[in-house]
């Protein structure tokens, strides 16, 4: 119910921006994020945005990657600067409301060195 897109090949030090929206209806959206996942690690948190607009960024991005919101759109922004090629991974969305999540299919980045 979530689409991801914007992800691509870029080099290091380039900017990409990555964009999430529902494709149906979905209510009392608490917390928007991005995750990503690289191969043969974990999926790990990069950024999310509540509501209210209160930010939270993995350390390894701070400076560099910033998450906006449209709560009118449903929509998830994550703007991509100073891309290094350890930012190489799988980025999905997620939409949190009180009773489950929703994950987007991912969309990959690949910064080459």
């Known amino acids: 119910q979530l689409q991801a897109f914007g992800g691509g090949l870029v080099q290091a030090g380039g900017s990409l921006r990555l964009s999430c929206a529902a494709s149906?209806?979905?209510?009392?959206?608490?917390?928007m994020g991005w995750y990503r996942q690289a191969p043969g690690k974990q999926r790990e948190l990069v950024a999310q945005?509540?509501?209210?607009?209160?930010?939270n960024y993995a350390d390894f991005v701070k400076g560099r990657f910033t998450i906006s919101r449209d709560n009118a759109k449903n929509t998830v922004d994550l703007q991509m600067n100073s891309l290094k090629p350890e930012d190489t991974a799988v980025y999905y969305c997620?939409?949190?409301?009180?009773?489950?999540?929703?994950w987007g299919q991912g969309t990959q980045v690949t910064v080459s060195s």
């Open positions: 149906g209806a979905i209510f009392s959206i608490r917390v």
């Open positions: 945005i509540t509501r209210d607009g209160v930010t």
């Open positions: 997620k939409f949190a409301i009180p009773w489950r999540e929703y």
